[in-house]
């Protein structure tokens, strides 16, 4: 699919709306049509059922995506993407060490600073996608799956 960052957020969006029912809290009842059948407000709730209510449709798309998606394991991904570069062993007089372990044993503050340098690039380029100012990332193939 290859959907730009706007467009899975438009599409989240949408399947927020999809998975909740409009909800008059001072009724406490639904309002399917978009206006409160006992006092006619419009001013409405989102409730996901068997979840809660509330404005909004953030917290339905926080939920969706932590039921339904497992979030990037950042460290493993960097590793696996350093291991694709480098040999996986590295010789040092008469031993053999695993070169991932090494790097970052060796020089753990050039390891952290080539992983956020990573991370950033990644996310430049839509392959892992944050919602929440890069606490968690999600892979783009995974959302768009789920879309």
Partial sequence: M???KTEIEQKLEQLAFDRTTPFCYSCYKDAPTG??????????MRCLPVVG???GTNWVIKHILQ????PVNLDEAFEESVRGCYEEQT???W???????IMKEMDSVSWGCAQSEWESQEAEEGTIISFDAGA???YASDI???L
């Fill in 2 to 4: 290859n959907l730009t």
């Fill in 35 to 44: 206006t409160c059948k006992a006092c006619m407000s419009d001013d409405l």
């Fill in 53 to 55: 209510v509330e404005y």
């Fill in 67 to 70: 039921e339904e998606l497992t």
């Fill in 91 to 93: 010789t040092a007089g």
């Fill in 95 to 101: 031993m053999t060490l695993d070169t991932v372990s």
């Fill in 136 to 138: 968690t990332y999600y």
């Fill in 144 to 146: 768009e799956t789920l």
